[in-house]
């Protein structure tokens, strides 16, 4: 596992000690910086999270990342010989801000998820001493490393279809000293060669939870996946019956590539309706968790007569005839038959 030393915060970059002090003073110092604004954020309230954020710098996985700029992008590298754009590269680096790190004809394809989201997610798995955790969308290798010092590497697979994807994160986790099992593959398929697993962290939107995953899990497992713009936390109780509500945070991630039925762009879902209900989170999370199954009209009336739920409100049941969504009780009269699964699976952390 490796516990590896928190670094101490450095002189602010705006002194003359600073402007004085070489890169690696200046990362260290960004990472220490970005620890304490989690930490006074609220989001990192367990200690053993707090020790791996403070333990694992953003900056080892993120060597380059994309910005956009007019029609195109621009890359901005931490070994640039241009100053100015190294500063910029750190000051990118440790905004809380989820960041492009691959794109492929133009579009997204792997990103760096926002800190204080993992945050939020990592806390939310409810993780204990000696699990198990399959995570879904490698991205970057960050979250494994961050799972690797919390549970030990031992404890850690992480799957992506992308050999580039996983060749990328496997370097940058063994320059910390971390090594978790890295798997090149479908993760839609989850990885039985590493089951069963009491916890399973999805970094990439779903429309869909793979009922394969439900197998692979260890009764009481946790799942937690971005579906719609939320966040699903899925108790399973067997092979074939998985079931949850979301959490209240809003969650926007890289979608699920190759998807036959992916969320409805609230664009396109919501044509004559209010523009300043369009803009609502909590509205645009409902018209997308219902697309196919409610008219956007139809959505718009049973979210206001239900006094504007917001995310909490809604769950999910998988069993193996089925997954649908629902408003507040799974028996109730709320009850959305959730899209067609698709394959391939991408992700970002």
């Known amino acids: ?36 604004e989690l930490t006074a ?12 954020f403070a333990a694992v710098p953003r900056h ?9 700029r007019g ?13 100015a754009h190294r500063a910029r590269w750190l000051r990118g680096v440790y905004a809380d801000a989820p960041l492009p790190t691959r794109l492929r004809d133009g579009a997204l394809v792997s990103s760096s998820s926002q800190p204080s989201l993992m945050a939020k997610m990592l806390e939310a798995l409810e993780v204990r001493d000696g699990a198990d955790v399959l995570e879904i969308g490698t991205g970057t290798g960050y979250t494994a490393a961050l799972l690797s010092h919390r549970l030990g590497e031992e404890h850690v697979t992480t799957i992506d279809l992308d050999e580039e994807i996983t060749e990328s994160a496997r370097a940058h986790l063994a320059r910390l000293g971390y090594r978790p099992t890295v ?21 990439c939107t779903l429309p869909l939870v793979p009922h394969a995953w439900l197998g692979q899990c260890r009764p009481g497992a946790r799942i937690l996946a ?29 979608p699920l590539r190759g998807a036959t039925a992916s969320p409805t762009a609230p664009g396109e879902a919501s044509y004559g309706l209010p523009y300043e209900l369009v803009e609502n989170e909590r509205f645009q999370f409902m018209l997308v968790l ?19 739920p917001g995310r909490e409100r809604f769950g999910v049941t998988v069993t193996a005839e089925g997954q649908w969504s629902w408003l507040d009780d799974p028996q109730g009269p709320y009850v959305w038959p959730l899209g ?10």
Do not use: K, N
């Open 41 to 52: 954020a609220g989001v990192l309230e367990d200690p053993g999270w707090r020790a791996a």
């Open 340 to 349: 067609e699964w698709g394959t391939a699976t991408r992700g970002g952390s």
């Open 1 to 36: 596992m490796g516990a590896h030393a928190a670094r101490s915060a450095r002189p602010a970059h705006g002194s003359a000690a600073a402007q004085a002090a070489g890169p690696r003073d200046l990362r260290d110092a960004a990472h220490a910086a970005q620890v304490r």
């Open 60 to 68: 080892v996985f993120v060597p380059y990342f994309f910005t956009g």
């Open 290 to 308: 219902t697309a196919g199954a409610l008219h956007p009209r139809e959505a718009l009336d049973l979210w206001r007569g239900e006094g504007r």
């Open 183 to 203: 798997v090149t593959g479908d993760g839609a398929r989850g990885c039985p060669s590493r089951a069963p697993f009491d916890r399973i962290l999805v970094t």
């Open 226 to 254: 971005p579906l719609s713009t939320g966040l699903i936390a899925l108790t399973v109780r067997d092979a074939d019956f998985a079931e949850g509500r979301f959490l209240h945070t809003s969650a926007y991630f890289v």
């Open 71 to 83: 029609a195109g992008h621009e890359r901005l590298w931490g070994e640039d010989p241009d100053p």
